[in-house]
């Protein structure tokens, strides 16, 4: 199938004479025939539910769908995109080890690595990801075990080189992880570049409308576990009766053992409602991102020509530094969020967007509606001036989210409010 048709048809397929619609399962508990199949279950040789905290048929049918959309071998949905990129990490690394990241990502991505993560021991390097590849080597130590980068970077619109980085943490046995929220496989499906785990924020396009927060992984299933830098998968885990990941789940090792270990012990599993939303966003998901990008591209233009606009970013205008790259890797668009600057600095920008008024002030993007934000001083205000910079967030930079609205609405609200900036 196509993407568009994935969109409506993979994850749940009923058979005769059941819902055409995916059910919700709202249980926390399932039942069995004997003490024989539970026992199967929890030495991990059957397959079935044990318990809601792990899994879901409702939740199951939609990270089936996203784990086809993005072309891997399972998915693990989780209650936040926090949580997908937490648990993507602590899979494969503990404390001692060493992981590199861009710095241009999510702000609170930028915290949890930076600050979270180093009191479990673990240590984060960020790296600029425009550096040659020989700058980014020097960042590489003996105890590396990822390298992470966002295919959109949160709030700056940088592409991300994904082969680049790919190729070097392949290079040196270590597993490449992309944050794709702002792209959806719609846009780009990074396995297709050498990536090997993708996380998104569900609460983004995915869902598409507010409605429900949370997170997914996604194996592509193509990397080596058994190359000697990950001996928790090679090596039997005690808590399972001493099963070998890579032996008894071959390709899907990773995703497996995210699941029946880190979520069994973290508890981050999303509730059958959320799964329903989510998977009725992703129905109209194809759609959704087209009119998004169509849109975002229409505003960029208008913006890059504004009198009052001292910078715009956002990939398909002739002017972005990344325009070559999303050629290559978003030839179908670059997601509805725009960043720009508007002459004046951080004054400029609170009048501008406290004169909206179609766009909203929220804390949140990559909605139906077209939504606007300050990031310096909201989502990314716990980052140093040097992370911000880092982050590609300058202090009168304003996010804009561009929605499904007709586009001259979108183009007149934005038009009164810089006159009033």
């Not at 794709?180 to 598409?208: M, Q, W």
């Not at 967007?353 to 205000?381: E, F, G, K, W, Y």
């Amino acid at each position: 199938m196509n993407l568009e048709t994935m969109c409506l048809h993979e994850g749940y397929k009923p058979q005769n004479g059941e819902t055409r619609v995916l059910p919700i399962y709202q249980s926390t508990t399932y039942t069995y025939e004997s003490t024989e199949h539970v026992a199967k279950l929890f030495d991990l040789t059957a397959d079935g539910h044990m318990y809601s905290r792990i899994s879901n048929p409702t939740v199951d049918a939609v990270e089936k769908k996203i784990a086809a959309l993005e072309g891997g071998v399972g998915a693990l949905c989780t209650t936040s995109g926090q949580a997908a990129s937490l648990i993507a990490l602590l899979n494969i690394l503990k404390a001692g080890d060493h992981f590199i990241s861009t710095s241009a990502i999510y702000g609170g991505t930028v915290n949890l690595f930076a600050v979270t993560l180093k009191r479990f021991g673990i240590e984060c390097t960020f790296v600029d990801g425009e550096a040659s590849e020989e700058e980014l080597e020097k960042a590489f130590r003996p105890n590396t075990k990822a390298v992470f980068g966002e295919t959109i970077a949160n709030p700056a619109i940088v592409v991300l080189d994904i082969e680049k980085f790919a190729n070097l943490a392949h290079k040196h046995g270590v597993p490449f992880i992309v944050d794709n929220t702002f792209a959806t496989p719609i846009l780009c499906r990074p396995f297709e570049f050498g990536a090997d785990i993708v996380v998104h924020s569900t609460t983004k396009y995915l869902d598409g409308h507010a409605v429900q927060v949370g997170g997914v992984i996604v194996d592509s299933g193509k990397f080596n576990w058994a190359n000697g830098n990950f001996p928790e998968f090679t090596q039997p885990d005690d808590s399972y009766h001493g099963v070998v990941y890579t032996q008894q789940f071959g390709s899907a090792a990773y995703i497996t053992k995210a699941r029946v270990q880190m979520m069994r012990d973290l508890g981050a599993y999303p509730g059958a409602h959320a799964a329903w939303l989510l998977n009725l966003g992703m129905e109209t998901l194809h759609l959704r991102m087209e009119r998004h990008c169509a849109n975002a591209d229409t505003v960029a233009r208008y913006l890059e020509k504004h009198p009052k606009v001292e910078m715009v970013s956002y990939p398909t205008l002739e002017s972005s530094p990344y325009y070559n790259r999303a050629k290559k890797y978003l030839p179908k668009g670059c997601s509805g969020v725009i960043a720009f600057s508007i002459k004046g600095g951080r004054e400029a920008g609170i009048r501008f967007i406290d004169s909206l008024q179609l766009a909203s002030l929220v804390v949140h993007v990559a909605d139906c509606r077209t939504c606007v934000l300050h990031p310096a001083s909201s989502t990314h205000r716990q980052l140093t001036d040097e992370q911000l910079l880092g982050a590609g967030i300058t202090p009168g930079l304003v996010r804009l989210s561009v929605g499904l609205e007709n586009v001259e609405d979108i183009i007149a609200d934005l038009g009164q409010a810089l006159a009033k900036a």
